[in-house]
Every structure is written in C-alpha cells, then in structure tokens.
C-alpha cells in the first residue's frame, strides 16, 4: 500500500452554551498532536482573560461584513446577536498538511460546513438533560438570567438538528466526554478516503 500523506479532517463539535464543548475542545487539541484550533472571527466584545488571535479574532460588523462579501469565510452566523466566521484559507492550508482541523462552532455554522465539507465529523456535546444545562449555565455566573434565557431556548431549537450529527457526547464527567471526542477523533485516521488511490 503507498505511504502517502493522508488529507486532515475536519472535525466539528457544536453544543448549546454550558455543555462543556470549549473544555473539550481544549483538553483534545492538548492531547492530539496533530489536532489544529480553528480560530474563528467574532464581533463579539473579549471577555475577562480572552486575547486576539487566541480564542478569537475580533473584530467590527463592518469589517466581518467585508470578509462575508470577500469570501474569505468557509462558514458564518449570527449567534446571540453577534457574527462569527471560520477562516477558509485556514482550513484548506491545515487540511492539505495533514492535520485535523477542530472546529468549536455553533449548530447553524455546524451545517454550513457540512454542506460544504460532506466527510467532516459531525459531534454533538449534550449534558444529561436540560435541567443540568442551565444550572450550568446560572453556576458559571457570566450571563444574566434575560440571557440565560435566550440560551436555553436556543438549546432547545439545537438539539432539533441533532440527526445531521454523527455523534453525541453527553457530557455528564468531563474527563469522560473528553476520551470519548479523542477516542471518536482516533478512529478517522482508519476511514477511508474516496479520493485517494490505496493500492
């Protein structure tokens, strides 16, 4: 069989807010050698201990509009009132080396990538039940209880487009959710590639 450079996935992981995926996301990317942080462009304000080109881009409505009408983004939403984007140039560049591409983006972003990107992993993070999200959500003291609200509404409409995943995590330990994204993340470097000449 040819030795040749696999292409990287694209994996995504979409929850609704307080389900743990950025925790996740973070603890994989430690893990995974050949896993790369998309970092997505967002027009939301920094929170208290976020940095550009860290967590986020961040930037204007105005310049995000310009991006949106460049092309320059393989997926963008409007999410809580704010815009954010993932970087295509990004995502081809670390595709074509090899690597994994993690994508921490919400559930309307989820399925612009899979429209453009149909192999990409597709994972779903849930806590147990709704009753767990938002005690998460009013523990983690970030957001008022008018937002809190709005997020818990919008988990319910999420977990509606929970066919178009391939996987669901139900983050009831974080340790364990952990595993399981890496171990799911594992499995793909056997999957086989439509557009690659084995032998």
């Known amino acids: 069989m040819k030795n040749t450079q696999n292409k990287g996935n694209i994996i995504v992981v979409s929850a609704p807010s307080g389900a743990g995926k950025t925790s996740i996301c973070d603890a994989t990317v430690k893990k995974c050698a050949n896993a790369v942080y998309s970092i997505s462009y967002t027009t939301r304000k920094p929170r208290i201990g976020e940095t ?20 320059k983004f393989a997926e963008w939403a409007k999410v809580h009132g704010h815009y954010y984007g993932t970087p295509k140039s990004f995502l081809e560049k670390t595709l074509n080396a090899g690597k994994n591409v993690i994508l921490d983006i919400d ?66 330990n974080l340790q364990d959710a952990i595993f399981s994204v890496n171990v799911i993340i594992e499995s793909l470097k056997y999957k086989i590639q439509k557009d690659k000449k084995y032998f």
Do not use: W
């Open 107 to 172: 559930v309307q972003g989820g399925l612009k990538i899979k429209k453009h990107y149909p192999q990409a992993c597709m994972i779903f993070v849930m806590t147990p039940d709704l009753k767990t999200l938002e005690k998460r959500l009013t523990g983690r003291n970030k957001d008022s209880k008018e937002t809190i609200a709005i997020r818990m509404q919008n988990a319910k409409k999420e977990l509606k487009y929970l066919s178009k995943y391939n996987y669901l995590v139900i983050n009831d």
């Open 52 to 71: 550009d080109g860290n967590e986020y881009f961040f930037t204007d409505d105005v310049s995000f509009k310009k991006m949106v009408k460049a092309g």
